[in-house]
């Protein structure tokens, strides 16, 4: 099943008071390129998450983002230092001591000597965090998934469209071939006999001279490996796996085939045939760059 590198995917999980968000997206690349944005807690997951990704995508630029709340009990918590203050306050009273000065701190400048209170973080336990995570993570890849699913699909239709239409016009100059032989051999002995007499008409040479021109307009072991690289391309898009690198392949064989047919054509209708062969690759070439 032909699968598009472009898509979208979100999930949302809640587990008690945490909640996780996991956003992909994704865009064409030649190999795949993953970038995880995630609060610095899951860190230690990041190997996991990669690993989990690899069951869903072989190909793309991949951007992931995680967003994780936790609604529960604060983690950061405010704790008075009394002893601290207590040295603050021993310090303040004997230089109002000393110079005979009136102790008239407050409580709201005591409260703002460095350290009298300070603001303690107690860790998370992570341990916990991993299965939602997860679940998150594989949601969020299981739409993802079906987005480039159904983009393949539209993909593989204008694929399959594009090679039918290839197939027409190799069929027309398969067809066709002959045709410009027989006419290459008509059209010169019209011209002979219109320079000589009856008599003096040599078929062998004639015939001679045909040879030479059939073989050097002949395409018909570039319209067989044509055809053969059509069909290829056409089987690879009924396989249910990463088909892009060889479809490119194939496409650059289908346009060095191309290229010889135009170079060998001579007639109009057969050089209008192979540039549509060479119009209908080139938009195949492009639409490949889109399928993983």
């Not at 472009?6 to 909640?19: L, N």
């Not at 032989?181 to 004639?206: C, F, M, P, T, W």
């Not at 055809?227 to 194939?250: N, Q, Y």
């Not at 109009?268 to 938009?283: D, P, Q, R, Y």
Request: aromatic share 6%; hydrophobic share 40%; net charge negative.
């Amino acid at each position: 099943m032909v699968k598009s590198m472009t898509g979208f995917g979100r999930s949302e999980v809640v587990s008690g008071e945490r909640k996780f968000t996991v956003e992909i997206k994704s865009v064409n690349n030649r190999y795949l390129d993953v970038n995880i944005r995630m609060p610095r807690q899951f860190n230690q997951f990041e190997a996991a998450i990669r690993t989990e990704l690899k069951k869903y995508i072989t190909r793309g630029k991949v951007d992931m983002f995680i967003t994780y709340e936790n609604m529960g009990e604060a983690l950061s918590k405010v704790r008075y230092n009394r002893e601290l203050a207590q040295e603050y306050m021993n310090g303040l009273n004997a230089l109002a001591q000393d110079f005979g000065l009136v102790n008239d701190v407050s409580v709201g400048r005591l409260s703002a000597f460095p350290d009298v209170f300070v603001i303690e973080n107690s860790e998370e336990d992570v341990s916990v965090l991993w299965e939602p995570l997860c679940e998150a993570v594989n949601g969020a890849a299981q739409q993802f998934l079906e987005a480039r699913t159904r983009e393949g699909e539209f993909l593989r239709s204008d694929l399959n469209d594009k090679l039918d239409n290839m197939l027409g016009n190799v069929e027309f100059l398969t067809q066709r071939a002959p045709q410009i032989i027989q006419e290459y051999q008509d059209q010169l002995n019209e011209k002979v006999r219109d320079l000589l007499s009856e008599a003096a008409i040599d078929e062998g040479r004639i015939l001679q001279e045909v040879a030479i021109y059939a073989d050097r307009v002949c395409i018909d072991e570039e319209l067989v490996r044509l055809r053969s690289h059509i069909k290829a391309t056409k089987a690879e898009l009924d396989l249910d796996e990463s088909v892009g690198r060889k479809l490119d392949f194939l496409a650059q064989e289908m346009n060095r085939e191309a290229n010889t047919i135009l170079s060998k054509t001579i007639d109009v209708e057969s050089s209008n045939k192979a540039i549509e062969l060479k119009t209908e690759i080139e938009k195949i070439r492009e639409q490949i760059q889109n399928i993983e």
